[in-house]
């Protein structure tokens, strides 16, 4: 039993995280290999404003996920903007070397020490007893309601919403989108800003759950599969990768090597890229050249 | 490789064997030959810190190189160089505590199984196409990382494995000079096959194969087997580069090979300049260079104790944000800076290249 649990518990950190991957892929292309090292940003954020509203979790959490909205949106106005129409290697590579840069940057104002946001928020975090014997951490039951609530949330506003629609139609074809008056430089900022936002949330709860240290970026690195199992423009090939994934990993850890963990992820990856590419929902499409 | 006309007024190519020569005219010649007086000079003036910083150029320069071979000629993205660099570095170090081989086994070893690794990781190049095939090899050098980690943990070397000096001809390699010399001759090496292979049959189906892949295979190159050699011919060059470095640092552990490395050779060919040997070496130079002048820089600046914890941050800051400047507003690279310079004298007085075709 408790074995579901953890599966589903680590599906969710990962369904979560890989929204951001397939939000900003879907509507422009561009892989963001920086999205781990940004989700960490809205952890160290919330740290930050933690101290400052001490006494008002809630406040500080918001405060925190406008700030990484901001954030969000800064990195698309200042650097991928500039990037649009470039080769897809150096629109990747500028990812990462954002994310060398965010990395650095962020030891140097928070340091690389482990640090517990909880404790800064005053918040603690009591086990929670389920029936077969099996826990689970309040923060982790909190981040399965929010992951099940944004993907709700993302599916209804790219359904439904204008600029949702206006989303999709960019990712479809940017320049028949842009001929139908659709704002491309608005749109890209609103996916980079949603994507921050989806990865600082994830960044915030597990680092309530767990502390916060710089091998956050891991998990956002391994987060990264489940989305392009599920297929890099599906959200809900995320959730089905970000299932796939975790179960695979929970049950090899448990039945066979704990060394697996950090691997495991990247070999179901290797087994989908061998036989269908594009992931189980995503669309087959014309991969670029470089 | 496309070989530009000579650049020196007066001299034409009056017989095909000028066509392969590599050095054509005196003042290439000379240049040349100051370089490498230089190069053969260095170890004798420099101070052990700075023979030790050459010796990392040599060995990045070898990286790079092959990394260049594949990625900037063949077109093939490649993320998974510091697995493969880690495979040659594992495979001499498990030959040298297994069985007490020695060098003159362990490099061809570290080589074939670096040509074995680049069929598995050019495999999915025959599928897979830009961004999925750099994802792929990126999972790949996950795998090579763990396989590294898991001999490590069974057979007891938690912490690496110590590889003791090499024996040259009867010779113990400890010497920095003469460390020097070996990765200098591994670095000319590389650097001779680069330009061979380049300029040959190879090359040209490479360069088809990355400027379009579907007339590269209407011209009757056989794409799938050119694909994977460049895979592997990248891979056997790089494999040996890993066991050069796990010689000379005399430990191998997977600490050493992480993605971070996979990124500093990818910056190492995008700031010297995609497409270019030049320009691999200029890479390898700066990126190795680039951290030993920014703690230099910052430790000259005054109250440089009151941060001396944090330079290791801000290396890794500074180094983000010049490869950025770089991927935004110098694509071509340092190459290209080159060239632009190597243009203004060679057109001066003029600014521009006279217009194809315009009357004369």
Not at chain 2, 122 to 147: D, E, M, N
Not at chain 2, 213 to 225: C, H, M, R, Y
Request: a positive charge; one cysteine or more.
């Amino acid at each position: 039993m408790q074995l579901v649990v953890n599966i589903i518990v680590l599906a969710a950190i990962y369904a979560l995280i890989a929204c951001g991957y397939v939000l900003i892929y879907r509507v422009s292309r561009v892989l963001n290999l920086a999205h781990g090292e940004l989700m960490m940003l809205g952890a160290y954020l919330l740290l930050t404003t933690g101290s400052l509203f001490t006494g008002h979790p809630v406040v500080a959490v918001a405060a925190a996920l406008l700030l990484s909205i901001l954030v969000g949106a800064c990195v698309y106005v200042f650097l991928m903007r500039k990037m649009t129409g470039e080769m897809v290697l150096a629109a990747v590579l500028t990812t990462i070397a954002l994310g060398i840069l965010l990395r650095g940057v962020m030891v140097l104002i928070w340091s690389a020490q482990q640090q517990y946001p909880a404790q800064a928020l005053g918040v603690t975090n009591p086990a929670i007893a389920l029936w077969g014997g099996a826990r689970i951490s309040t923060w982790s039951a909190l981040l399965i309601v929010v992951t099940a609530a944004v993907y709700g949330g993302l599916f209804v506003f790219l359904r439904f919403g204008r600029w949702g629609i206006r989303m999709r139609a960019a990712g479809q074809n940017p320049l028949l989108a842009a001929q139908r008056g659709v704002n491309l430089h608005g749109v890209y900022a609103l996916a980079w800003s949603l994507s921050t936002f989806t990865g600082g949330l994830a960044g915030m709860l597990i680092s309530l759950d767990s502390g916060l240290t710089g091998t956050m970026v891991i998990i956002g690195l391994k987060a990264f599969p489940a989305a392009l199992v599920g297929g890099l423009d599906s959200l809900v090939g995320a959730l089905v990768g970000s299932l796939i994934i975790a179960t695979t990993e929970v049950l090899l850890i448990y039945y066979v090597n704990p060394l697996l963990a950090d691997v495991v992820p990247f070999l179901v990856l290797i087994a989908m890229l061998m036989v269908r590419p594009w992931g189980l929902f995503g669309t087959p499409e014309e991969l670029d050249r470089v | 490789m496309f070989r530009p006309p000579p650049r020196a007024s007066g001299y034409f190519r009056t017989d095909y064997r000028q066509d392969v020569l590599l050095v054509e005219t005196r003042l290439q010649r000379s240049s040349l030959a100051i370089l490498a007086l230089c190069i053969f000079v260095f170890p004798f003036l420099a101070s052990p810190f700075q023979l030790d910083i050459a010796c990392q150029i040599l060995l990045a320069a070898v990286g790079a190189l092959s990394l260049m071979l594949l990625t900037g000629y063949a077109g093939q993205i490649s993320l998974g160089h510091a697995g493969l660099l880690a495979a040659g570095a594992f495979t001499a170090g498990i030959l040298f505590k297994e069985a007490g081989a020695s060098f003159w086994v362990t490099l061809p070893a570290s080589a074939v199984v670096g040509a074995l690794l680049g069929v598995v990781f050019g495999l999915p190049s025959l599928r897979l196409r830009g961004l999925y095939l750099a994802v792929s090899t990126l999972a790949l050098h996950f795998v090579v990382i763990y396989l590294g980690g898991e001999y490590e943990a069974t057979r007891g070397f938690s912490t690496g494995i110590v590889i003791e000096p090499p024996q040259i001809a009867g010779f113990s390699l400890t010497d920095p000079r003469a460390w020097y010399f070996v990765l200098l001759t591994a670095a000319a090496a590389s650097l001779m096959i680069c330009i061979n292979l380049l300029r040959s049959r190879t090359g040209r189906a490479w360069g088809a194969i990355r400027a379009h892949e579907t007339v590269a295979e209407a011209l009757g190159i056989n794409v799938a087997g050119f694909k994977l050699l460049a895979f592997v011919t990248s891979s056997a060059i790089t494999a040996v580069a890993g066991a050069l470095f796990a010689y000379y640092r005399g430990f191998v552990s997977v600490e050493a090979f992480s993605l971070y490395l996979t990124i500093n050779y990818v910056a190492m060919i995008i700031i010297g300049g995609m497409g270019s040997l030049l320009g691999a070496l200029l890479g390898a130079v700066f990126v190795t260079v680039f951290p030993y002048l920014t703690e230099a820089a910052l430790l000259s600046l005054p109250g440089a104790q009151g941060y001396a914890g944090e330079i290791f941050a801000m290396n890794y800051a500074a180094f983000g944000l010049v490869m950025i400047f770089f991927l935004v507003f110098e694509p071509l690279g340092l190459v290209g800076i080159w060239r632009r310079i190597q243009n203004y004298f060679l057109l001066w007085p003029f600014r521009h290249r006279p217009v194809e075709g315009a009357r004369r």
